[in-house]
Nanobody, 124 residues
Framework: VQLQASGGGLVQPGGSLRLSCAAS????????MAWFRQATGKEREFVAA???????YYADSLKGRFTISRDISKNMGFLQMNSLKPEDTAVYYC???????????????????WGQGTLVTVSS
């Protein structure tokens, strides 16, 4: 099972980016999918998560600016980021939870599979 994150880049403050996460692997269909981020010198933090039912969870500080979605048929997850701020600069990681396993959306330890990360830089 592999996760491939993409879509990061340099964007000006106030701009938008859409991150994608492709999950591959024989018959792999994640339970929950999530995004975490880690800024230089800081701990990894939860951004957003989505379950197979479509239920979504967000870090309180990001509600209203970020939107998580997924296409189960294509085994893909997405993170739409709007009104980006310099403090959103970080490496963003996608994560997936094994099918039929316990899932605690905001806990990074609940995710067995991780992508390599994609760098988002918000700067003028």
């Amino acid at each position: 099972v592999q996760l491939q994150a993409s879509g990061g880049g340099l964007v000006q403050p106030g701009g938008s980016l859409r991150l994608s996460c492709a999950a591959s692997g024989r018959s792999f269909s994640p339970n929950g999918m999530a995004w975490f981020r880690q800024a230089t010198g800081k701990e990894r933090e939860f951004v957003a998560a989505i379950g197979r039912s479509g239920a979504t969870y967000y870090a309180d500080s990001l509600k209203g600016r970020f939107t998580i979605s997924r296409d189960i048929s294509k085994n893909m997850g997405f993170l739409q980021m709007n009104s980006l701020k310099p403090e959103d600069t970080a490496v963003y990681y996608c994560a997936a939870n094994r099918p039929f396993s316990a899932w605690y959306p905001e806990k990074h330890t609940t995710y067995q599979y991780w992508g390599q990360g994609t760098l988002v830089t918000v700067s003028s």
